[in-house]
């Protein structure tokens, strides 16, 4: 494998590996983004306390954050299939990534939201303010940095997970580490594939600092 | 009928199994128009009784009644509407730190449903009449202590309330930007005659700007009446405690 075709196979990778991300890190907030609010508004200090939701939601993420990924990935194939028709390659390495991502997106949502001061949300309260209204114009809004934070911290992690795949063949740059660095010891394909791994981390963080420094409106 | 009506309010707090008295059967009525005050020493119950005049806290007992409606008659959004004629403000002046000063002052527009681009035309009227137009793009985190009050008395005024509750508005300002703040608010109510009801452990506030003054103590009203003749004539220890306090604080 030399020039051309290497530079192929990594762009291609690099390609599937973005969008495995940027897909189930949307999905993940789709289903994780309400259970963070929820969790929040639920919780015993919350503006709608309910104990019975917040105990269900609360044990549904303790459980699916504690399967490690690589069990998970393998716990849901049958699922997997059922959804996309077959367990492996890059579509199908969605689902998993986003079972996982979801609870810890839902975790990150409420600890951001929960950062929101008290004093703010019963001024809203004050005025009249509603639940819905609170959560839209006070909670989120407020807890904007902390959120897109949380957005890169997701990103990472499932990227991250997403090379784990690679092991059973989720398609990606992962999955390029193994088949050529792991079974066919081109050591040199491994290199470059951690290598754009790491790089894509490390502009995923560059973004999400420049931005949070930059619409953060609570310093002077 | 009085503007404001406190009957029998009775408030405890549960907290580990325990409950609590916060207040103990306290009857007060203020009239439209009066800045009311209300002194007493940290725990006394102070926040507490504010908080019940819209209900942020739900007495355990005792009625609690504005304009002549009981709140506890009212339903959810019934209540939040009532609200939107009961500004407060707040120690620590409770700002949306994302939002700009005019923002902030638009946002109580917002909650009573008006657009944003119709809520932003009135609440910078509103700045003017704080002296914060100048910083109406500014952020919170940009302005001092006592223009931060001065924009959440802008916000609290913008939905034209017939009440303005004010928990330690001043506790955490200097005796100058003090003055400046309890000016404001004996301004507005002679301009537009809303109901102060001002809330403090100081003193000072009290003669500055109160009509009429309850003192509380342990939950307990312990006396009520005109500042002047409480300040010259107190009946009760807790009173006595506070005047003669302050009184040594100052000399
Ligand atoms: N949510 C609560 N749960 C339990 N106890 C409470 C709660 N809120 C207040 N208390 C208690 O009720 C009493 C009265 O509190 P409150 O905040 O009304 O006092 P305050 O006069 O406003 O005091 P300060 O001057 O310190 O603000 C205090 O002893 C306080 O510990
Ligand atoms: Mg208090």
């Given at each position: ?8 196979v990594?762009l291609s990778g690099t390609g599937e590996t973005l969008l495995m991300v940027l897909l189930s890190t949307a999905l993940g907030y789709f289903i994780g983004l309400p259970m963070g609010i929820l969790l ?16 269900i939601l609360d044990g549904v993420v303790n459980i699916t954050r504690s399967i490690p990924f690589l069990i998970l990935l393998i716990l849901i194939q049958p699922i997997t299939k059922l959804i996309v028709g077959k367990s492996y390659g890059t579509v199908s390495t969605v689902v998993p990534l986003t079972v996982a991502a979801a609870p810890l997106i839902a975790r990150m949502v409420e ?39 949380g957005v890169t911290i997701s990103l990472g992690t499932i990227l991250g997970y997403s090379a784990m795949a690679g092991v059973v063949g989720g398609g990606g740059l992962g999955d390029i580490a193994i088949r050529?660095?792991y079974y ?9 594939t951690?290598?754009v791994l790491?790089?894509l981390m490390?502009?995923l ?16 | ?251």
């Amino acid at each position: 494998m030399v020039g051309d075709s290497l530079f192929n196979v990594i762009l291609s990778g690099t390609g599937e590996t973005l969008l495995m991300v940027l897909l189930s890190t949307a999905l993940g907030y789709f289903i994780g983004l309400p259970m963070g609010i929820l969790l929040t508004v639920s919780d015993s200090s919350g503006i709608a306390p309910n104990a019975f939701l917040y105990k269900i939601l609360d044990g549904v993420v303790n459980i699916t954050r504690s399967i490690p990924f690589l069990i998970l990935l393998i716990l849901i194939q049958p699922i997997t299939k059922l959804i996309v028709g077959k367990s492996y390659g890059t579509v199908s390495t969605v689902v998993p990534l986003t079972v996982a991502a979801a609870p810890l997106i839902a975790r990150m949502v409420e600890s951001s939201l929960k950062e929101v001061d008290k004093g703010v949300i019963e001024a809203a309260i004050s005025m009249g303010a509603g639940k819905l209204l609170i959560v839209n114009k006070v909670l989120i809004p407020e807890a904007k940095i902390s959120l897109l934070i949380g957005v890169t911290i997701s990103l990472g992690t499932i990227l991250g997970y997403s090379a784990m795949a690679g092991v059973v063949g989720g398609g990606g740059l992962g999955d390029i580490a193994i088949r050529y660095g792991y079974y066919r010891y081109e050591t040199k394909v491994m290199l470059i594939t951690v290598f754009v791994l790491v790089l894509l981390m490390q502009v995923l963080q560059y973004i999400g600092n420049y931005l949070s420094k930059r619409y953060d409106r609570r310093k002077a | 009928m009085s503007f404001i009506e406190v009957e029998h309010v009775s408030k405890e707090y549960i907290s580990e199994g325990k409950s609590f008295p916060a207040l103990k059967d306290i009857s007060i009525s203020i009239e439209k128009g009066e800045i009311f005050g209300v002194i007493g020493l940290s725990g006394a119950g102070k926040s507490t009784f504010v908080r019940c005049l819209n209900y942020l806290e739900k007495p355990t007992s005792g009625v609690v009644r504005i304009d002549g409606t009981d709140l506890s008659e009212l339903k959810e959004a019934q209540l939040r509407e009532k609200r939107q004629k009961i500004g407060m403000i707040f120690q620590h002046f409770n700002l949306l730190m994302q939002r700009n000063v005019l923002d902030n002052v638009a946002f109580s527009l917002e909650v009573s449903g008006m657009k944003k681009k119709e809520a932003r035309k009135k609440a910078l009227e509103l700045l003017k009449k704080v002296g914060l137009e100048d910083k109406k793009k500014a952020y919170p985190a940009q302005l001092s202590g006592g223009q931060k009050q001065r924009v959440a008395i802008a916000r609290a005024l913008a939905t034209e309330p017939e009440i303005i509750l004010c928990d330690e508005a001043t506790s955490a300002l200097d005796p100058e930007t003090t003055r400046r703040i309890l000016e404001i608010l004996k301004d507005i109510n002679k301009e537009y005659g809303i109901t102060i009801v001002v809330i403090t452990h100081a003193m000072s506030v009290v003669e500055e700007i109160c009509d009429r003054v309850a003192v509380l103590d342990s939950g307990e009203l312990k006396e009520m009446g005109y500042v002047s003749r409480v300040f010259k004539n107190p009946h009760s220890k807790a009173a006595k405690r506070l005047i003669y306090d302050s009184e040594r604080s100052v000399g």
